[in-house]
Structure formats: structure tokens, C-alpha cells
């Protein structure tokens, strides 16, 4: 029973950091309707970069800091050299993508090496839970991940560009006519996903590994989350993710890891047979 | 000349190329790219399926390394598990690949555009993970490799074999032609052209009369058939079979070379997956971190030529014939057609 707690629990920290990718997954996918195939790139380049400022500063707070605004420019740069010039083909963003993934993929194999590290979580120690020790740094990455979901729910309904970004998704002409820059928003749009992923990479780096593959695993599951959810519908991208790795987590304490992935591959593919358009299609109309 | 006949002028080329590819590669290059010639004939028909369904029908199939892999497992699995002979096994391969994408087809169809790209990724990697973890089987992380059983043997002293290289060669480009021969008929067939009206509107599609489940499913199940055979070839090719091809990457490899090479166009995915099999052949020696310029280029391809190189050469043609056309209408009388 300890196992299925202690696993379960682990599946719903995993859950919020993959929701907090998956959202930046969605925005971009929503809003400029890229199929970004590099996302679990961003990811795995965040957690690289919160291992650089570590390697330096000896301080792994900072990278909670300087991280996201790294991946905030970098997005910028590769939404402005990428993405711009194919805008609104999606057939196409997945190759321009895929070529993106494989240049940050490489490059970091190049920079950082390919022996994967593992981090030292910047807080140790247990704490009694549910009766049993839980590791201080999990709960902690849940709470962050939280937290940035939130502030990014409140930035999306609360802000200007916000604002923007949800009339140029509903009606891009419209939203040009009434003098939304659209371009800047498709830009801003697109650094936040690079951000969001980035900062996921910097939370989850303590958890997983350092490794320049980590992407590959991470982002298979981001998309179900996205589509699961219903595309566009950011709350239930944030109930999909956590409810598959949890399921996922509970799945592993009775069989191996891999049993679990097929069994919630499996689950996955059920919900789109009897629910194509996402669990809470219902709730949206 | 017309747009036409420089089409076929350039399909003959590269035929006769093909036919003589066993001679004039070690002339001008180097042995070694025979193999890689083949090679790049067998992962070709993996883009083709792709194409298929994506350029001709307008389904994007995330999941076609799935067929692939099956047609690997059944060759490798027939000839080092079962006892079968060539054959047998090839024919295992492919009727298993051709069964799975029957069966991930009539449930993968009903849905459409990003939901069908996401529950092909979702069945391909089920069979992944199952490849991997059904070790007495499948060989798991390891693979499974196996002798090769001879072709056709006569007596006791005379076999055909894939082990003589000519032979083998030969072997892929009768299959690997007979399967592009294969989608041109089925192209240039009323089918062809019911793929093409469900791809440009299926609303329309299905308003006219035309059932568009029927022949997605149909497209679907030609391109498992497609993708197996290519399976089905490269485990012979390399007398080995792993899950390490099932995974999602293979498919988004085949998605890309069929959108470089120009979707919608039949030889295209050739184009592609020979770009960037040369490629990678050709900078991997000159340099360790090559795919990082391999993926420069794959973007500077979409965004300079995003119809692809199969674009790119009708433009060029067309461009040409209209050139000769302005030139044999100026009537200067010098007779060039």
C-alpha cells in the first residue's frame, strides 16, 4: 500500500510539471497552430541550462530565476528565424520543428556531452506524509508547478497581452483589425511556450536526469495531455496530464514501468475512441 | 518538349541508374554506396506510405514505423522462431503488417487531422513497448538476428541467395519498383482520385456519394501494406529485426523525408530519404555533431521550397517547357523541341 501511495504521489508531481510544459505545448499549438514536435527539446534544454547555472553559480535557485527568461529568448529568437517564415502550415511545422529538434538535441550533445547527470535537489530531507517519507523537493516542485500554472491562467485572463493572445487565437483578421499586432503576439506566444517548457526543465531537474534524449520521452506524453484535454482547453490539458500520471504511477506499483506506460497508452487510446475530442468536449459546449 | 516528356526523360535516367547502380557506383564513388543505394530504396517505400496517406489522402500518419516494425518482426520472427523459409517469411511479414494496419485502421479512420496523428503515435508506441518487453520473442532491446534461408534452391548445389550481394540488390529493386508501380496504377485509378477528392474536401466527398471512411481505411490499409513490405525488406537487408524501428522517431524520420521530398507527388519520398540518407553518409565523416547542419538544412528546405524538392523540380520543368514552347512559337526556325 506504502508503494501505491508513494508512486501515485510521484505520478501527480510528475503529472503538474508535464501540465505545465503541455501548456506551452497547447498555446503554441492553439494559437499559432504549430505542431511542434521540438517541445520536449525546450524542455530538455531547460533542464541543461539549470545544470549550467548550478555548474557556475553552485546556486540552483538562480536557475529557477534566470532559466525561463533564457528560454523567453531563446523562443523569441527561434519563433522570429523559424517559425515566422512558415507561419500557418502546420504540415510544415512539423518538419521545420523536427529539424529543430534535432539542431538542440545535437548541440547539446555537442556543448554538454551525452553521459546523462543527475542533480542534487537544492532541498534535501523527508517529510512524514500519508504515512510514509516524502521527499521535501517533490512537494515543493508540485508547488511551484502550481503556482506557475496559476500565474500563467491569471496572465491568459487577467492582462492586456493575455487578452491578445486569446482574440488573435479566436479570430486572427478581426483581431489585426482592431490593431492587435498579431505578429508580436505570435512571437510573445511562442517565447512563453519555449519559457513554460524551460522552467518545467528546471523544476523536474532534480527528479529526472540531465541528459540531451530526455525530450523524446517527455514529449510523446505532453501531446496526449493537449489532445486528451481537448485542444484548446487549458484546464483540461492541466486534469489530463496529472490524471495519466497518476494512473500511470499507480499503474507501476503493481506491474514494471513498462507494463504501466502500455497500460495508460491504452487508456489513452480508449478515451479517444469513445471521446474523440477530449474528455471534457462536453463541458465546453 | 513538353512538361511531360521531360518527366519521363528524368524517370528514365533515374531507372537506367537504378538498373546499372551495382556497376557504375563502385565506378564513380565507392562499393559501399551500393548498400546505401539499397538502403535508401528500402526506407524510400516507408515515406512513400506516409505520402500515401498524408499527400494523397490527407491523413497525417504519425504512427507508420509501426507497419514497418511489424514487417521486420515477421520475417525475423518467421525465419529465427517458426523454422520458415524465405517466402513463408516474407509473406508473414507483410500479411502481418498488412492485418495490423486492418485493424488500427478501422478504429484510427474515424477520427481525423490531429486526433488521427496522435492515436497513430499512441498505437505505434504500445507495440514498441510491447516489442521491448516481450523479450522471449522479440529479443527485446537486443533484437533478433537470423541466417538467411535461401531464395530458390535447385538440387543440392544451386541456391539463390540474398548473401550474394547482385542478387540482393536486384531482389530490392524489383519489390521496391513493383511497390511503386503498384501506388502509380492505384493513383491513376478512379480510387487514386477518390483519395484525392476525401484529402481536398471529405464533406464534399461523402455529399457526392463516396464513402470516406470506406476509403480511408482502404489508403490506410494500402500504406500498412507499404510500410510492411519495407519492414519486411530491411530485415532481410540487414538480417535483423529490433523495436528500436518502431518507435515514434522512425515515423516522424518518414514524415519528414515525404514533406522535404514534396507530398503529393509519387517519387518524391525518393527525393527525400536519398537528400538526407546522403547526408547523413556524407557529413558524418567530416564531422561528429553533423545533424546539426542536417537540420539546418531540413529547415531551410521548408522554408525556401515548401512544396518540397518534388515542388521545386515541377516548377523547374514547367518552366523549362514553357522556355522551349516561347522558343519554338518565336519561329527562328533553329529546331530546338
Redesign the interface.
Given at each position: 500500500m506504502e508503494l501505491v501511495i508513494a508512486l501515485g504521489m510521484n505520478g501527480i508531481v510528475w503529472g503538474l510539471i508535464i501540465a505545465l510544459i503541455a501548456l506551452g505545448l497547447s498555446i503554441i499549438f492553439g494559437l499559432l497552430d504549430i505542431?511542434n514536435?521540438a517541445h520536449g527539446d525546450f524542455f530538455m534544454v531547460g533542464t541543461v541550462m539549470a545544470w549550467f547555472v548550478f555548474e557556475t553559480t553552485g546556486n540552483y535557485w538562480l536557475a529557477f530565476a534566470i532559466v525561463p527568461v533564457l528560454g523567453f529568448a531563446l523562443g523569441a529568437l527561434i519563433e522570429y528565424t523559424?517559425i515566422q517564415?512558415?507561419k500557418n502550415?502546420a504540415?510544415?511545422s512539423?518538419?521545420?520543428t523536427?529539424?529543430?529538434?534535432?539542431?538542440l538535441?545535437?548541440?547539446v550533445?555537442?556543448t554538454y556531452g551525452a553521459a546523462p547527470t543527475r542533480l542534487t535537489a537544492p532541498i534535501e530531507g523527508t517529510l512524514p506524509l500519508f504515512g510514509l517519507e516524502y521527499e521535501i523537493y517533490r512537494l515543493f516542485a508540485a508547488l511551484v508547478s502550481i503556482a506557475a500554472i496559476g500565474c500563467f491562467f491569471l496572465f491568459l485572463h487577467r492582462t492586456k497581452l493575455g487578452t491578445w493572445m486569446r482574440a488573435v487565437r479566436f479570430d486572427p483578421e478581426t483581431a489585426t483589425a482592431m490593431g492587435i499586432p498579431a505578429r508580436r503576439v505570435y512571437l510573445v506566444t511562442f517565447a512563453i511556450g519555449f519559457a513554460m517548457a524551460a522552467l518545467g526543465g528546471v523544476v523536474a531537474g532534480p527528479i529526472t536526469t540531465v541528459d540531451f534524449q530526455a525530450g523524446?520521452d517527455v514529449l510523446?506524453f505532453c501531446?496526449?495531455a493537449v489532445?486528451i484535454g481537448g485542444?484548446g482547453n487549458m484546464g483540461g490539458t492541466v486534469a489530463a496530464a496529472v490524471m495519466l500520471a497518476f494512473f500511470e504511477g499507480v499503474m507501476a506499483s503493481f506491474t514494471?514501468p513498462?507494463?504501466a506506460?502500455?497500460g495508460s497508452?491504452?487508456l489513452?487510446?480508449l478515451v479517444?475512441?469513445v471521446r474523440?475530442?477530449g474528455i471534457f468536449s462536453g463541458a465546453t459546449r | 518538349m513538353t512538361a511531360a516528356a521531360i518527366n519521363r526523360l528524368g524517370l528514365a535516367v533515374f531507372a537506367l541508374f537504378t538498373l546499372a547502380a551495382p556497376w557504375l557506383l563502385p565506378l564513380v564513388v565507392d562499393g559501399f554506396w551500393v548498400d546505401i543505394y539499397s538502403e535508401m530504396l528500402i526506407w524510400s517505400l516507408l515515406a512513400a506510405s506516409v505520402n500515401l496517406l498524408f499527400g494523397y489522402v490527407g491523413l497525417l500518419s504519425f504512427g507508420q514505423a509501426l507497419f514497418f516494425g511489424m514487417g521486420m518482426y515477421g520475417v525475423a520472427i518467421g525465419v529465427a522462431k517458426l523454422g520458415l523459409g524465405f517466402w513463408p517469411a516474407f509473406g508473414l511479414g507483410v500479411v502481418l503488417a498488412t492485418a495490423m494496419a486492418a485493424v488500427a485502421g478501422a478504429l484510427a479512420v474515424r477520427l481525423t487531422w490531429h486526433y488521427f496523428a496522435i492515436i497513430t503515435v499512441v498505437f505505434s508506441l504500445i507495440f514498441y513497448f510491447t516489442a521491448l518487453s516481450w523479450k522471449p520473442l522479440t529479443g527485446g532491446d537486443d533484437g533478433l538476428s537470423f541466417s538467411m534461408p535461401p531464395m530458390l534452391a535447385l538440387g543440392d548445389d544451386w541456391e539463390l541467395s540474398l548473401t550474394d550481394s547482385t542478387v540482393q540488390y536486384y531482389f530490392i529493386i524489383l519489390v521496391v519498383g513493383a511497390c511503386y508501380a503498384l501506388m502509380g496504377v492505384i493513383l491513376k485509378s478512379p480510387l487514386g482520385w477518390a483519395f484525392r477528392t476525401v484529402r481536398e474536401n471529405a464533406t464534399r466527398a461523402s455529399l457526392i456519394g463516396l464513402n470516406v471512411y470506406l476509403i480511408r481505411l482502404t489508403a490506410f490499409i494500402a500504406a500498412g501494406f507499404i510500410a510492411g513490405v519495407a519492414g519486411a525488406l530491411f530485415a532481410f537487408f540487414g538480417r535483423y529485426a529490433s523495436a528500436s524501428y518502431m518507435f515514434y522517431h522512425v515515423s516522424g524520420e518518414a514524415v519528414v523525408w515525404a514533406i522535404i521530398g514534396g507530398a503529393g507527388t509519387l517519387l518524391g519520398p525518393v527525393v527525400g530519404t536519398s537528400l538526407l540518407i546522403v547526408l547523413r553518409e556524407e557529413l558524418s565523416h567530416a564531422w561528429e555533431h553533423y545533424l546539426i547542419l542536417v537540420g539546418v538544412i531540413v529547415i531551410l528546405v521548408v522554408i525556401f521550397a515548401p512544396r518540397g524538392l518534388g515542388g521545386v523540380w515541377h516548377a523547374l520543368v514547367r518552366r523549362v517547357a514553357r522556355a522551349a514552347d516561347e522558343d519554338a512559337g518565336g519561329g527562328d526556325g533553329e529546331g530546338r523541341s
Amino acid at each position: 500500500m506504502e508503494l501505491v501511495i508513494a508512486l501515485g504521489m510521484n505520478g501527480i508531481v510528475w503529472g503538474l510539471i508535464i501540465a505545465l510544459i503541455a501548456l506551452g505545448l497547447s498555446i503554441i499549438f492553439g494559437l499559432l497552430d504549430i505542431i511542434n514536435i521540438a517541445h520536449g527539446d525546450f524542455f530538455m534544454v531547460g533542464t541543461v541550462m539549470a545544470w549550467f547555472v548550478f555548474e557556475t553559480t553552485g546556486n540552483y535557485w538562480l536557475a529557477f530565476a534566470i532559466v525561463p527568461v533564457l528560454g523567453f529568448a531563446l523562443g523569441a529568437l527561434i519563433e522570429y528565424t523559424v517559425i515566422q517564415p512558415i507561419k500557418n502550415a502546420a504540415a510544415l511545422s512539423i518538419v521545420a520543428t523536427f529539424g529543430l529538434s534535432i539542431i538542440l538535441q545535437e548541440g547539446v550533445r555537442a556543448t554538454y556531452g551525452a553521459a546523462p547527470t543527475r542533480l542534487t535537489a537544492p532541498i534535501e530531507g523527508t517529510l512524514p506524509l500519508f504515512g510514509l517519507e516524502y521527499e521535501i523537493y517533490r512537494l515543493f516542485a508540485a508547488l511551484v508547478s502550481i503556482a506557475a500554472i496559476g500565474c500563467f491562467f491569471l496572465f491568459l485572463h487577467r492582462t492586456k497581452l493575455g487578452t491578445w493572445m486569446r482574440a488573435v487565437r479566436f479570430d486572427p483578421e478581426t483581431a489585426t483589425a482592431m490593431g492587435i499586432p498579431a505578429r508580436r503576439v505570435y512571437l510573445v506566444t511562442f517565447a512563453i511556450g519555449f519559457a513554460m517548457a524551460a522552467l518545467g526543465g528546471v523544476v523536474a531537474g532534480p527528479i529526472t536526469t540531465v541528459d540531451f534524449q530526455a525530450g523524446v520521452d517527455v514529449l510523446p506524453f505532453c501531446f496526449m495531455a493537449v489532445i486528451i484535454g481537448g485542444l484548446g482547453n487549458m484546464g483540461g490539458t492541466v486534469a489530463a496530464a496529472v490524471m495519466l500520471a497518476f494512473f500511470e504511477g499507480v499503474m507501476a506499483s503493481f506491474t514494471d514501468p513498462t507494463m504501466a506506460r502500455i497500460g495508460s497508452l491504452c487508456l489513452m487510446s480508449l478515451v479517444l475512441m469513445v471521446r474523440p475530442h477530449g474528455i471534457f468536449s462536453g463541458a465546453t459546449r | 518538349m513538353t512538361a511531360a516528356a521531360i518527366n519521363r526523360l528524368g524517370l528514365a535516367v533515374f531507372a537506367l541508374f537504378t538498373l546499372a547502380a551495382p556497376w557504375l557506383l563502385p565506378l564513380v564513388v565507392d562499393g559501399f554506396w551500393v548498400d546505401i543505394y539499397s538502403e535508401m530504396l528500402i526506407w524510400s517505400l516507408l515515406a512513400a506510405s506516409v505520402n500515401l496517406l498524408f499527400g494523397y489522402v490527407g491523413l497525417l500518419s504519425f504512427g507508420q514505423a509501426l507497419f514497418f516494425g511489424m514487417g521486420m518482426y515477421g520475417v525475423a520472427i518467421g525465419v529465427a522462431k517458426l523454422g520458415l523459409g524465405f517466402w513463408p517469411a516474407f509473406g508473414l511479414g507483410v500479411v502481418l503488417a498488412t492485418a495490423m494496419a486492418a485493424v488500427a485502421g478501422a478504429l484510427a479512420v474515424r477520427l481525423t487531422w490531429h486526433y488521427f496523428a496522435i492515436i497513430t503515435v499512441v498505437f505505434s508506441l504500445i507495440f514498441y513497448f510491447t516489442a521491448l518487453s516481450w523479450k522471449p520473442l522479440t529479443g527485446g532491446d537486443d533484437g533478433l538476428s537470423f541466417s538467411m534461408p535461401p531464395m530458390l534452391a535447385l538440387g543440392d548445389d544451386w541456391e539463390l541467395s540474398l548473401t550474394d550481394s547482385t542478387v540482393q540488390y536486384y531482389f530490392i529493386i524489383l519489390v521496391v519498383g513493383a511497390c511503386y508501380a503498384l501506388m502509380g496504377v492505384i493513383l491513376k485509378s478512379p480510387l487514386g482520385w477518390a483519395f484525392r477528392t476525401v484529402r481536398e474536401n471529405a464533406t464534399r466527398a461523402s455529399l457526392i456519394g463516396l464513402n470516406v471512411y470506406l476509403i480511408r481505411l482502404t489508403a490506410f490499409i494500402a500504406a500498412g501494406f507499404i510500410a510492411g513490405v519495407a519492414g519486411a525488406l530491411f530485415a532481410f537487408f540487414g538480417r535483423y529485426a529490433s523495436a528500436s524501428y518502431m518507435f515514434y522517431h522512425v515515423s516522424g524520420e518518414a514524415v519528414v523525408w515525404a514533406i522535404i521530398g514534396g507530398a503529393g507527388t509519387l517519387l518524391g519520398p525518393v527525393v527525400g530519404t536519398s537528400l538526407l540518407i546522403v547526408l547523413r553518409e556524407e557529413l558524418s565523416h567530416a564531422w561528429e555533431h553533423y545533424l546539426i547542419l542536417v537540420g539546418v538544412i531540413v529547415i531551410l528546405v521548408v522554408i525556401f521550397a515548401p512544396r518540397g524538392l518534388g515542388g521545386v523540380w515541377h516548377a523547374l520543368v514547367r518552366r523549362v517547357a514553357r522556355a522551349a514552347d516561347e522558343d519554338a512559337g518565336g519561329g527562328d526556325g533553329e529546331g530546338r523541341s
